[in-house]
């Protein structure tokens, strides 16, 4: 059969109406499990309004210019329709219509809640009438037709004799041998040759990286990990500075009656009596596990024990240290205890940094009270002037805590000068002794205190209070009168006879199911 042109004049009338309530236009024409559809339109692939105007025929998408609105006034007011006139020509080739030219009209009106979706609407019943017309093919699933790749046709290159025996030659003595192109082939054939010129050379396994670390040095900030450039501490050297803090730790101790009065409490508490142990211990050993029960005062005074020993042997400049602790709130109340029971401000030789927040101590004969991100943050630029690393609650095992101690463990190996005490109320000892080879534990015993229990009668006895009248309770036992429901017995009222007559009384007005506010008050 001889193709042949087709032209066919399509002249249709596209109604657009806004109306107020949106019409959800969703004409699909589907064979793929969609047997209502199958009867209408045939086995062809879906149809939906979104893909329409993009499977128009040229023409009818290029007729911008064809368009003509003309506004008619509808018998209802609320309405407003808006005309267009399309006219324009389409050519097929290779449908059904062939050796036919036919001038025919094709009309569709349809309506919708915008232009837009009237105009798919319209073009959706349009694409229908030329699919059954045969002017138009099926859909195939795919928007745009796949660009067929040009296949490049090999251009000829002509070179000189010389320089092809150039070519081989180098081949030749580097004992490659070019691929052959078989003048029969039609596929494509790769010209990477598989010769290997030279192996790679095998790299040496290195040693992990460890985290460099020295004891205080002179001019060094190590809270901050940078110079001391200006001030006093710039030219001194660490000797000046610890005769300087040994004499001014000796006229407090003589004069200073609050600092002597905190001394007197803090030989109280338990861990005291281990102070002695925990000191020889810490100096003979790299790494030192303590472990007390709550409250004998391991957090706040190893610290001091250690610092204090320092400054009275007059070494107060070489020792600078890290305190963790697992979250912030306890970093902070721990360095403002601390700075409390040395009668002093926070920023002298106690501090604490947190995230968002720092109060950072002296340069030299300083504690600083962090939260275990911090101090891995630190560690990035290295532990510079830090003398000994305290890690409390240990027993409160994270991400951040596991990954430091394998940082430290390391350092430990690395640098034995490097002082690390471990300490907790609760921890498995063996677990934490053998990881780091075996190191020595010290219990400290602490105390027991009477504890006496308290029950909401004699809060309300010792403080003898009076309950404001609860108006929502009468609410409450009416809604529960009118739902039948059986009362709940309320154990307020069945207070034992040991309290007077006014407690009882008090207590029989509370709720069992709320918090009185004004008790707590």
């Not at 694409?127 to 000829?156: C, D, N, S, W």
């Amino acid at each position: 059969m001889k193709n042949a042109e087709n032209h066919t004049q399509i002249c249709f009338l596209v109604s657009n109406i806004l109306v107020k309530r949106a019409l959800k236009v969703s004409y699909k024409c589907a064979h793929v499990g969609r047997k209502q559809n199958r009867g209408r339109d045939g086995n062809v692939v879906s149809w939906c309004c979104s893909a329409i105007l993009s499977r128009c025929p040229p023409c009818l998408k290029h007729v911008e210019g064809e368009w003509k609105n003309i506004l008619v006034k509808p018998p209802n007011r609320d309405l407003n329709l808006n005309l267009f006139v399309i006219s324009s020509l389409v050519y097929c080739e290779g449908s059904a219509l062939d050796y036919v030219t036919t001038v025919m009209d094709i009309s569709a009106r349809e309506t919708g809640s915008n232009k837009q979706s009237a105009s798919r609407s319209c073009a959706l019943s349009l694409v229908r009438q030329l699919f059954h017309l045969g002017v138009i093919e099926a859909f195939t699933g795919t928007l745009k037709k796949a660009k067929e790749m040009e296949q490049m046709k090999p251009y000829p290159v002509s070179i000189s004799p010389e320089l092809s025996k150039q070519i081989f030659d180098v081949l030749d003595a580097l004992q490659i041998t070019p691929t052959v192109i078989p003048k029969d082939s039609e596929g494509p054939v790769s010209l990477l040759s598989n010769t290997i010129l030279e192996d790679f050379i095998a790299s040496k396994p290195q040693s992990a990286g460890v985290v460099p670390w020295s004891p205080p040095q002179p001019n060094w900030n190590p809270w901050t990990a940078c110079n001391i450039d200006e001030g006093p501490l710039a030219h001194t050297s660490m000797d000046q500075i610890s005769v300087d803090l040994n004499n001014t730790y000796r006229e407090r101790i003589q004069d200073d009656t609050a600092l002597k009065s905190s001394i007197k409490e803090r030989s109280s508490l338990p861990v005291f009596n281990s102070r002695q142990a925990i000191m020889e211990a810490v100096n003979d050993n790299s790494v030192v596990i303590i472990r007390g029960n709550t409250g004998c005062g391991k957090t706040t005074q190893v610290c001091q024990y250690i610092l204090d020993d320092y400054i009275q042997s007059g070494q107060g400049a070489y020792c600078n240290i890290v305190v963790t602790q697992p979250r912030r709130i306890s970093a902070v109340s721990v360095a403002d205890r601390v700075a409390n029971e040395r009668v002093e401000q926070l920023g002298m030789s106690v501090g604490y940094s947190v995230r968002f927040e720092s109060c950072l101590p002296r340069p030299y004969g300083g504690i600083m009270f962090c939260t275990v991100g911090v101090l891995l943050r630190k560690l990035e630029n290295g532990l510079r002037g830090v003398s000994h690393v305290i890690v409390d609650e240990i027993h409160e095992r994270d991400v951040n805590s596991d990954f430091i101690m394998v940082v430290l463990r390391d350092m430990i190996h690395t640098y034995p000068d490097l002082r690390l005490i471990l300490m907790s109320a609760t921890i498995d000892t063996t677990l934490f002794s053998r990881y780091f080879n075996d190191c020595p534990v010290i219990e400290v015993m602490g105390r027991a205190f009477p504890v006496q229990e308290y029950f909401l009668e004699d809060c309300v006895q010792m403080l003898n209070f009076v309950p404001p009248p609860d108006i929502r309770k009468k609410r409450k036992e009416k809604e529960d009168s009118e739902t039948g429901e059986e009362p709940e017995e309320n154990l307020n009222k069945a207070v034992s006879s040991d309290y007077t007559i006014q407690t009882r009384n008090a207590v029989a007005q509370l709720s069992e199911k709320e918090i009185s506010f004004e008790l707590i008050e």
